[in-house]
C-alpha cells in the first residue's frame, strides 16, 4: 500500500519495515513479483504533530525496524527520555553479543574485592600485597555509593554484605530495606562489558597516574 507522503528514502526504509522492497517504473531485470511487492506493511496514516507530519506504519507481519516517538513538554524532558531509551537499548545490545551477564545491585564488587583481599592477597610477594588490598578496598566504593545513596550506614551495610559473601553468597544490597539479598533472584544484572571495560579503566587510570 503506498504513501503520498514518503519522500527521499523514506519508501525504502517502510519497506524495510515489513521485509519488502519499493519499486518504481519498470520491474528490473530478473525482479519477481513478490520482490515488487509491499504485502506485509498493513495500513499507512499521516498524523500531524504540531509543523511535522509522521507516516505511521500499522498491523506490519514480519517487522524489522522500529520508531520511537518521544514526546515531552519541554526540550530536557525529551533529551532524558532519550537518554534513558539510549542506554536501555545498548544494555540490552552488551548483553546480546557477550551472552553473559553479572549479578547487580554491588554483587560482583563484594565478591571481587572478597576475592582480591583473599587467595589474590595471599598469592602476592613483598609491596605488591598493599597494591591489591587498595584496589580490593577501591572495588568497595559502588556498594557503600549504593548505601549512602540508600539513606543508610555506610560500614554497616559493607561488612553485611561481605559476611554474607564470606558464606558462598551472593550479595547485593537492597536500597528498600538495606540488607542483603541476592540480585539474581530479583532479576538485577549488570553488562559483562561494561564491568570489563570498568576495570581496564581503572587499571589504565593506575598506570597513568604511577608513571607521573
Known sequence: MPS??????????????????????KPRKGETAAERSW????????????????TFVKDIKDPKLVTLLVKGPNAHTIQQIQDTLHDGLRAVKNALEDEAL???????????????????????RGRVKMGVQAFADAMLII???????GGFDV???VVVLQDECAEGNIAGIDLQSGKPFDP????????????????????????????E
Not at 39 to 54: A, D, R, T, Y
Not at 143 to 149: R, S
Not at 196 to 206: G, K, N, P
Request: charge should be neutral; hydrophobic fraction near 30%.
Open 143 to 149: 556498594p557503600k555509593m549504593c548505601a549512602a545513596n
Open 39 to 54: 504485502e506485509g506493511l498493513g495500513s499507512f496514516m499521516n498524523i500531524p504533530f504540531g509543523e511535522e507530519k509522521f
Open 102 to 124: 553479572i549479578p547487580g545491585a554491588g554483587a560482583f564488587e563484594v565478591s571481587c574485592s572478597a576475592h582480591l583481599s583473599g587467595p589474590v592477597k595471599q598469592a602476592a
Open 4 to 25: 503520498d507522503h514518503t519522500k527521499g528514502r523514506k519508501p525504502e526504509h517502510s519497506a524495510n519495515y515489513g521485509g519488502s522492497h519499493t519499486f518504481s517504473g
Open 184 to 211: 539474581t533472584v530479583e532479576g538485577i544484572w549488570d553488562n559483562y562489558h561494561v564491568k570489563r571495560q570498568m576495570l581496564h579503566s581503572w587499571y589504565l587510570d593506575s598506570k597513568l597516574k604511577g608513571s
Open 155 to 157: 560500614q554497616d551495610v
